[in-house]
């Protein structure tokens, strides 16, 4: 199962794109939880590509959802032409710091990572291509 | 959607929170805590009917947790599993209350 989306990276867009993905990763039996998990990865891209790609314009962003069956294996891929930025590249936040010490932000791609099985950033053809992979 | 439920008895005070709790939202609860905060000494987020949070939810319960941490205590009651293993991913479940 393959679907696509494009839509202009604002972060009032945000519902819109988590609403296509949990349409389609419910109708693909796809766990609450997994779905919750695909979904923050999702976001903190998503939200990423709001803020940072375009600034102070506005562009579009391409969501694509895979999902392949047995195992389910969730492929989500989200495509702009924005400034290059790989946020695979961050430097980790130290969560074991005690909360006044802790910097508010920053655990976003952490997350990401931390949820997902594999995530990739490539920039071609003049766009950032950001891949999210999840076995279920 | 965020929809949060208040509850004070003088210095306690408690949120209940359901729905989500992400970019969109997060600055609703943000906005409701720096209102509420003044004079609490216990704060109370139940997280039962919560079903999903992402790092903008975490960071208002970090700046939650941080202003609490000067003027009393903060704690999180009824919190789900998948909600749960956010939290510990993030080494959240080290510097959160939770019960």
């Given at each position: 199962m393959k679907s696509e989306l494009t839509i202009?990276?604002?972060?009032?867009n945000l519902n819109a794109v988590l609403a296509f993905l949990e349409e389609r990763l419910e109708k693909a039996d796809c766990p609450v939880k997994a779905q919750m998990q695909l979904a923050v990865a999702a976001e903190e891209i998503f939200v990423n590509i709001a803020h940072y790609a375009y600034a102070p314009e506005i562009g579009s962003a391409t969501v694509q959802l895979e999902v392949s069956e047995s195992p389910i294996t969730v492929t989500i891929t989200f495509t702009d032409g924005g400034r290059p930025f790989d946020p695979t590249k961050k430097v980790d936040p130290d969560v074991t710091l005690p909360a006044e010490a802790r910097d508010i932000g920053g655990l976003g791609i952490f997350m990401t990572k931390k949820l997902m099985d594999d995530v990739k950033y490539e920039y071609r053809d003049g766009k950032n291509v950001l891949t999210l992979k999840k076995q279920i | 959607m965020l929809n949060i439920t208040k509850n004070q008895n003088d210095s306690e005070l408690t949120f209940a929170l359901e729905g989500r709790l992400d970019t969109t939202t997060a600055p609703q609860l943000e906005a409701e805590l720096k209102d509420e905060?003044?004079?609490?000494?216990a704060l109370t987020l139940d997280m039962e009917k919560l079903e999903y949070i992402s790092s903008a939810g975490l960071r208002v319960l970090l700046s939650a947790q941080k202003v609490m941490m000067k003027q009393g205590e903060m704690k999180l009651v009824h919190v789900g599993e998948t909600i749960t293993e956010i939290f510990e991913v993030t080494g959240f479940s080290d510097i959160l209350t939770i019960e």
């Open positions: 202009e990276a604002k972060t009032e | 905060l003044d004079g609490v000494t």
